[in-house]
């Protein structure tokens, strides 16, 4: 079954010299571009890391730095990509956890802001976790009914993102309605129910650093908004000021801002930070 898309979905796959957020790099980007009308556009861009790539992630990859030589860096790349995932949501397999992250770290790096936080985020890997709990290549044979290495090159991200989106598809037939007789099985055609069933965390920013948290009354409530909805507020969930109210902590010590810009923080926790301190400036 294929999924109800509202907007363009860009499935995709990252290979990438490891798997720090801060110091590794993108060496392959492969991503399928689905839109609401079917119609798909694929691509497959090997990058330049600018650094020697491991040997262990070339054993792992067999991309090797003489493959990426003449590629373009992240940075050469960057706007295209932003304008080509304009206004799309993303699904991977443990892209939440990494690929988002790590693509939004390069986009940053790049001076390009393209802001996830307007995208639906679907992680195939956390609905086949909760659902069956195994990794891709068991969730190939299980959902698609055949050996992932029968049918694919291991640890290619072209061969790896074209077994995600069928996994993908897989997934919504067995879980449709119609499949499942436990309610708690089912998996309905919507892309906002598939991105909150993919959440494994509450983050504000991709590496935790920032948390939602409900708001409550004095008597330990929770409040709602005026459309029934649980209010919600951004905590620290590190260092001195955890369990804090990230606005209440930058009105009461602005040093702290200024601390966290200069230390070895990602991109992405620095924006959303600042994105917070001008909301609150701009709430005055």
């Not at 798909?40 to 067999?62: C, K, M, Y």
């Not at 620290?236 to 000021?241: E, L, M, T």
């Not at 966290?260 to 620095?270: I, W």
Request: net charge negative; with cysteine.
């Amino acid at each position: 079954m294929k999924p109800n898309l509202l907007k363009p979905l860009v499935v995709f796959d990252l290979e990438t010299t490891g798997l720090d957020l801060v110091s590794d790099r993108i060496i392959q980007i492969s991503f399928i571009k689905i839109y609401p009308d079917w119609k798909e556009e694929r691509e497959n861009i090997f990058i330049n890391p600018e650094r020697p790539i491991p040997s262990s992630v070339v054993a792992l990859t067999g991309i090797s730095d003489a493959d990426v030589a003449d590629a373009p860096t992240f940075k050469q790349k960057a706007k295209e990509l932003a304008d080509k995932f304009s206004g799309c949501d993303f699904a991977g397999f443990n892209s939440n956890r990494f690929d988002i992250p790590m693509l939004a770290e390069e986009f940053l790096r790049a001076g390009v802001d393209f802001d996830f936080s307007k995208c639906r985020l679907i992680d195939m890997q956390n609905i086949y976790h909760k659902m069956e709990r195994r990794n891709l290549a068991a969730a190939y044979k299980f959902y698609c009914g055949r050996k992932m290495e029968d049918d694919f090159e291991a640890h290619r991200a072209d061969q790896d993102t074209e077994a995600t989106w069928r996994v993908l598809q897989g997934q919504l037939d067995m879980y449709a309605p119609e499949n499942q007789s436990e309610e708690d099985r089912v998996l309905n055609n919507d892309m906002e129910e598939l991105a909150e069933f993919s959440k494994m965390n509450d983050f504000v920013d991709f590496a935790g650093r920032i948390v939602w948290e409900d708001m409550k009354d004095q008597e330990g409530k929770v409040l709602l908004d005026t459309t029934g909805k649980v209010r919600r507020h951004e905590i620290f969930n590190f260092g001195k000021y955890k369990g804090w109210d990230v606005a209440e902590v930058l009105r009461k010590d602005p040093g702290y801002y200024s601390w966290m810009l200069a230390s070895d923080f990602t991109y992405n926790t620095k924006q959303v930070l600042t994105r917070i301190r001008l909301r609150e400036f701009n709430n005055k």
